[in-house]
């Protein structure tokens, strides 16, 4: 990381590596990174300042900031199925949705999500979006939980090292996260559903996202530019045109009118399929299971960046039910009330279909 401008004589350097943590970063002075060997050419260097008054901008390798997105999925994801071999979820209602269901949240939801800030949180002036509040879990409560962190990146390093460095300000950046996607159907014990995902967005544009399935052990990840692949180093394409299963994915829960809607527009040409989370549903549309993503209800952006991201690095994207592209700035709401359609090709040919009909 370099500085562009620096009103302050003293300064602090560290020499850091993207994947090895040991310790929290409680100020803007304090870093724990356990690295000094000169082997890894990519390690970087924070610069910190010992006044908080006039934080300079910091320039970033996005490679970086995305290492520690897919190393914090992975930790996220680890401790949700650590929670769930306990068999203490602790499941409680958190709110209602617009159409009244009760939102669940549970010990998996914030313990996933203080590991993943725990990392993130390590880029100073990172703009994190969560789904999920700053942990009420004291580190103590949550190291039982934290995996081998080395050990994670082992399992993902070179794929990692194969993505181009892009230098970044880090304000310009925003990180979105869903510490466990599908929070109703982990409570039900289906745990096929669950994912733990991170997006990095630029100029409110997704431009890379991640989806980790940690009942199976699988990462795919997206960037544009590079490619969608898997954490093994597998490259995903969309499956032919004509091949994938005729079948639109639909919510479970958050439904609506989409079944009717599916129905009136394709007829019997099209199989309606219920299923739980956004990112479990995005993934069908990657692995060609299914053709198409509805949603006519309110949806959190959360729920759809990565896979936002990881769709319009296939050539398709997440449109809402107006026919306009998601968007992620700041300015932005959070809360997406105009539905959604997904699909790995031609999004607006979709769309389009739809035309004339009312959604919402």
């Given at each position: ?112 999500n203080h590991l993943i800030l725990d990392i993130l949180q390590r ?238």
């Amino acid at each position: 990381m370099h500085l562009k401008s620096c009103g302050h004589n003293r300064k602090i350097v560290y020499k850091t590596c993207c994947y090895i943590v040991t310790k929290r970063l409680t100020s803007p002075c304090q870093i724990g990174f356990k690295q000094e060997s000169r082997r890894h050419e990519n390690a970087a260097y924070l610069i910190f300042f010992e006044s908080g008054d006039g934080m300079p901008e910091i320039d970033v390798d996005l490679k970086d900031v995305i290492s520690y997105a897919v190393l914090a999925i992975e930790m996220g994801g680890h401790a949700v199925m650590k929670v769930h071999e306990e068999k203490s979820l602790n499941a409680a209602a958190k709110g209602q949705t617009d159409e009244g269901k009760e939102e669940l949240l549970t010990r998996a939801d914030l313990i996933s999500n203080h590991l993943i800030l725990d990392i993130l949180q390590r880029f100073p002036q990172l703009k994190i979006v969560s789904e999920e509040k700053a942990s009420e879990f004291s580190d103590r409560e949550v190291e039982p939980y934290r995996s081998d962190n080395y050990a994670v990146w082992q399992s993902v390093k070179e794929i990692l090292n194969q993505i181009p460095s892009r230098r970044l300000q880090l304000s310009d950046v925003r990180v979105f996260v869903d510490p466990l996607d599908a929070t109703q159907e982990f409570t039900e014990g289906l745990t096929e559903y669950v994912t733990v995902m991170a997006c990095i967005v630029v100029d409110a544009e997704p431009i890379f996202g991640a989806i980790y399935r940690p009942f199976f052990n699988e990462t795919i990840f997206g960037l544009q530019g590079f490619g969608v692949v898997t954490s093994d180093g597998k490259k995903i394409s969309p499956v032919d045109e004509g091949k994938t299963d005729k079948k639109v994915v639909v919510s479970r829960s958050h439904a609506g009118k989409v079944k009717e809607i599916v129905e009136k527009v394709y007829g019997d040409k099209m199989t309606i399929e219920a299923a739980g989370g956004s990112g479990y549903k995005t993934l069908r549309l990657v692995n060609g299971t299914a053709e198409l993503y509805l949603h006519t209800t309110a949806i959190k952006k959360w729920d759809t960046c990565a896979g936002d991201a990881i769709l319009r690095t296939m050539g398709g994207a997440m449109l809402d039910l107006e026919g306009s592209p998601l968007r992620y700035s700041a300015q932005d709401p959070i809360l997406n009330k105009k539905g959604l359609l997904g699909t790995v090709r031609n999004p607006y040919t979709y769309f389009r279909k739809f035309q004339g009909i009312q959604l919402l």
